[in-house]
């Protein structure tokens, strides 16, 4: 065979135990090696892939083993930020969806938040978003803010289907719904990895929104995050209307 035909070949193997590789083994050309190793790799590759896909749905299936049925995933995005709000995201995904490499969106690429963004819209049973302001943040603290606006999403998502079970990351909302929270379940509930792309993406098109209304400031270079360029901007210009007045790094600058 020749290396074209090979790697025609190697491209229909699916196991490594198939016989043909077992076969191709024993041809000591280097073109014919390199192919082989290549298919190992693609094949250790998506094999971990396919387990920590896995990994990522056993809350959902443990939930739906006891009985639940309709099985919502719960995050925010923006605490950290000086400014703009804080966004959540609720959704409930059908038991079979294929999402295979989700994980908490801080992980991905913005190319691949919006590539998941999209199929989750496309196959979700329901999506809702929230968020709390600036201004509610400087009200009751970015941690009460962040429940709030995990609620306001929530809402959204009761408007559309009855929910039986929440997964949420982190925290435990004032909510009379059985619920689990989960220490980094960005990376562990593919329902909360779905909710972390949304909110993420949605903040971070309404901080590139706010960039062109104060291009002074470079968000969409930095989402509001306080980095240098933000931090040489505040000390220049001050805080904007969107700045959240009870950060420290803000509010040392507020004078």
Same mark, same amino acid.
């Given at each position: ?11 229909? $193997? ?43 749905q ?6 739906? =083993? =006891?009985?639940?049925?309709?099985i ?10 000086? *400014? ?28 691949k ?6 199929? $989750?819209?496309?196959?979700? $049973? ?15 603290? $970015? ?17 559309? *289907? ?10 435990t ?17 593919? =329902?909360?990895?779905?909710?972390s ?59």
């Amino acid at each position: 065979m020749t290396i074209s035909e090979i790697k025609e070949l190697l491209a229909v $193997i699916s196991m490594p135990d198939d016989e043909r590789l077992s076969a191709l083994r024993t041809d000591q050309r280097i073109g014919v090696q390199k192919l082989i190793q290549q298919w190992e790799k693609a094949y250790e590759r998506q094999r971990k892939e396919h387990q920590e896909y896995e990994a990522m749905q056993s809350f959902e299936n443990e939930a739906r =083993s =006891s009985g639940y049925q309709v099985i919502a995933g719960i995050d925010e995005v923006g605490r950290g930020p000086l *400014c703009g709000p804080v966004t959540a995201a609720c959704v409930v995904l059908p038991s079979l969806i294929s999402l295979k490499g989700l994980t908490d969106s801080k992980k991905l690429s913005e190319k691949k938040r919006k590539e998941y963004a999209q199929l $989750i819209e496309q196959q979700a $049973i329901a999506i809702g978003k929230g968020e709390a302001t600036p201004q509610e943040i400087d009200r009751i603290n $970015i941690y009460e803010a962040s429940k709030l606006a995990m609620m306001r999403a929530l809402e959204e998502v009761r408007d559309q *289907c009855t929910v039986d079970f929440l997964l949420v990351d982190a925290m435990t909302l004032p909510v009379d719904l059985p619920q689990e929270h989960l220490i980094k379940g960005d990376a562990r509930s593919i =329902s909360i990895a779905a909710a972390s792309v949304i909110a993420k993406v949605t903040r971070d098109e309404l901080m590139k929104e706010f960039d062109e209304m104060y291009p002074e400031y470079g968000f969409k270079s930095h989402m509001g995050y306080g980095t240098k360029e933000h931090l040489r901007a505040l000390d220049t210009y001050g805080p904007s209307k969107i700045h959240r007045m009870s950060f420290s790094p803000v509010r040392e600058r507020a004078d």
